[in-house]
């Protein structure tokens, strides 16, 4: 087992391990989740012997090899094939010393060790891995060298899956691998015969393929069984408990100080003053644990455009005369949800481009609404930011005429706080800098807004907060993601881009991931029982719960000023003096006004518990 005692380390001057202490079993899979630069990535430099702790010791079984994905990414003339194949350093060793070897009793060792260790299938199951993270078998006989930095890190992935380490340690794993690498990624880390511990923000993958999640938080390590939906329950139910007993504690606290202020100059009582005293210096303080606020997304709603907003009609879009994609017939409305699924390399950020008139098409027509305002982001926008310039220096190059005040005010709907606004770009974190992508993109209320890849630096809260962003949105999402969680809450149609076309994808996410896996070999693990679908409402659906709510607050207010007047009529002594059968009329009012009032507020009160329950808020 790895087993992590009273690590402490600080790094830079900043503590980020105090007494922090785990035990992962062996064979486990365990994902490491925490909120960015708390120190997850310094934790496996220290499991790796990089690092020295300053105090306390991690220890690992006695041989065990740890491995992770290397940081210098393959390249040459080596095939990538070769290049997986050469990982397994000690089959390597073997074959060679086979070729040289004149001892029988060794030649004997040799091939048994080699049969042992699955050297002769070592071949098929370097190429089951490669094509699971996106090469066929033409791809596998290429150089290195002919590959992009992106896709030579997926060789480098594949290079330590096949090596299999006693200790996996994978950092953000999925951040190069499209939605299809990450969907064999889950299946192939459940199956796993070792220990795996994984830094990730996809709940998806941290729900299907680990079986526990070790949490860091204020420079602690807690272990807890189960995938990330588990601990996310768990851990909520832990700080409700906390924060219930935190609550019994201060009003026990106030009620015994109140004692011992009243009657401490009494001598009568002055004992029980000082016992109490006592017992208040003995009750130790209730820790709640609790995360930093997450900064809400901002899309500004556009207006309303007579549908469809856009439509391709016979479109074909490619590069230097040679079409990726053709005979595209599509249409897309203000409310649409789209997902595009896909390999790399078939077109997705093509048609991206298509539609947000980045690329002219080649043959066919897209057809705009006159009005149409189309935000996009890709990934890679996060790097051509102006590092030498502040967030609010962006805004004002987009919009030298308004003030700073209502920049700044954008900026802060959008996340990016007033002490970031003025951070150069260069010195924020990856996190910081997508928000101010995605601020950029939507500034100007866009009637369709393109996403690619937009959570490869967001932590898991981030991600949610995006999602609600997304889902209280009034205009249309086309997505591109390796994130399943996401695409699963937010879109409500897929489009399959394959074969140099485009197609309706009728099922699923999990019928694509069923697809997927069937089409690269083998069927994955048995899959965990379904749990209940924490279905997102849309706000379709939350529209009339909150319309209702403002019924209901409107006939309570108004049956309050009815009731106030009522009150103000009976408080009149003459009215009796005049006419006590007028006055029991106005007291029988009063009494039905009440009654009604009493009905309007439980009505309110079940008009907000259905929207709560529908997993809005009021």
Known sequence: ??????????????????????????????????????????????????????????????????????????SGPVSLLETV???????????AEAGTASDPHRIAEIQTRLADIGAHSAEARAATILAGLGFDAEAQQRPCSAFSGGWRMRVALAAVLFAEPDILLLDEPTNYLDLEGTLW???????????????????QLLNRAVTGILHLHDRKLTYYQGDYDTFDETRRARIAVAEAEARKQEAQRA????????????????????????????????????????????????????????????????????????????????????ALLGQNGQGKSTLAKLISARLRPMAGRVIAAPKLRIGYFAQHQVDELDIDATPLAHLQRLR????????????AAGGIGAEIATTEVGRLSG??????????ATL?????????????????????????????????????????????????????????????????????RRRLLSERGGNGPAPKPAKPKKTRPSPRDIAPLRAEISRCEDRVAKLEEVLKTVDARIADPSLYERSPA?????????????????????????AVERLEAAGGTP
């Open 1 to 74: 087992m790895l087993t992590i005692r009273n690590l402490g380390f600080s790094l830079g001057g900043r503590q980020l391990f105090e007494d922090a202490s785990a035990v992962i079993p062996t064979g486990h899979k365990v994902g490491l989740v925490g909120r960015n630069g708390t120190g997850k990535s310094t934790l496996f430099r220290l499991i790796r012997g990089e690092l020295h702790a300053d105090t306390g010791e991690i220890e690992t079984p006695k041989r065990a090899r740890i491995g992770g994905v290397a940081q210098e990414v393959p």
């Open 85 to 95: 194949l050469a990982a397994d350093t000690e089959r390597a060793h073997l074959l």
């Open 185 to 203: 990624l889950e299946s192939f880390l459940a199956r796993y015969p070792h220990t795996v511990l994984v830094i990730s923000h996809d709940r």
């Open 255 to 338: 009620h015994m100080q109140a004692f011992v202020d009243r009657f401490r100059a009494k001598a009568t009582k002055a004992r029980q003053a000082q016992s109490r005293l006592k017992a208040l210096a003995k009750l130790k303080p209730i820790i709640v644990e609790r995360d930093a606020e997450v900064a809400s997304f901002n899309f500004p709603d556009p207006e309303e455009l007579s549908p469809p907003i856009l439509r391709l009609e016979g479109a074909a879009a490619g590069y230097d005369g040679r079409p990726v994609l053709k005979d595209l017939d599509l249409r897309i409305d203000q409310d649409d949800r789209i």
């Open 400 to 411: 030298p005429a308004e003030p700073p005040a209502k920049l700044r005010a954008h900026l």
């Open 431 to 440: 996190g910081q800098k997508a928000r101010l992508s995605l601020l950029l």
């Open 444 to 512: 100007d209320a866009p009637h369709l807004v393109i996403l690619d890849e937009p959570t490869n630096h967001l932590d898991i809260e981030s991600r949610e907060a995006l999602v609600e962003a997304l889902l209280g949105y009034s205009g249309a999402v086309i997505l591109i993601s390796h994130d399943a969680h996401l695409i699963e809450l937010v879109a409500d149609r897929l489009w399959l881009v394959k074969d140099g076309t485009v197609r309706v994808f009728e099922d699923d996410i999990e019928g694509y």
């Open 582 to 606: 007028e006055m029991e009329k106005w007291l029988r009012k009063r009494a039905e006004i009440e009654e009604g009032l009493a009905r309007a507020e439980a009505l309110w009160i079940e």
